[in-house]
């Protein structure tokens, strides 16, 4: 079992900047793929950013692209999600995910992932 805590998120003002940090609690994720996905009330969970285990593959979804950027620590065991230029329409709740089985890649779809954090609010104002 993995255990995932976000944490990072907060109110900031359109254009702001954010960094959310996601690390398990007392497992190391070094070999898993990891994907951070948001979702906002009455919308379905959407992916923003991924990364493979070893961090050479990386997706970052069109609406974010040149704003967003998915990193991993291996000494530190955390993942990390910059997100700049930040808009209104970003707010949602983020959750990072995580899976053991998805080889040497990424998967976009939140159905491929096992383990869920608790998610962390990013609430972007006008």
């Known amino acids: 079992q993995v255990q995932l805590i976000e944490s990072g998120g907060g109110l900031v003002q359109a254009g702001g900047s954010l960094r959310l940090s996601c690390a398990p609690s007392g497992r190391t994720i070094t070999s898993y793929a990891m994907g951070w996905f948001r979702q906002a009330p009455g919308k379905q969970r959407d992916i923003v950013a991924a990364?493979?285990?070893?961090?050479?593959?990386?997706y970052v979804a069109d609406s974010v692209k040149d704003r967003v950027t998915i990193s991993r620590d291996r000494a530190k065991n955390t993942i990390y999600l910059q997100m700049n230029s930040l808009k209104p329409e970003d707010t949602a709740i983020y959750y990072c995910?995580?899976?053991?089985?998805?080889?040497?890649?990424?998967?976009?779809?939140?159905?491929?992932?096992?383990?869920w954090g608790q998610g962390t609010q990013v609430t972007v104002s006008s």
């Open positions: 995910a995580a899976d053991k089985n998805l080889g040497s890649g990424y998967q976009m779809d939140p159905r491929e992932y096992t383990y």
């Open positions: 990364i493979s285990w070893s961090g050479d593959r990386r």
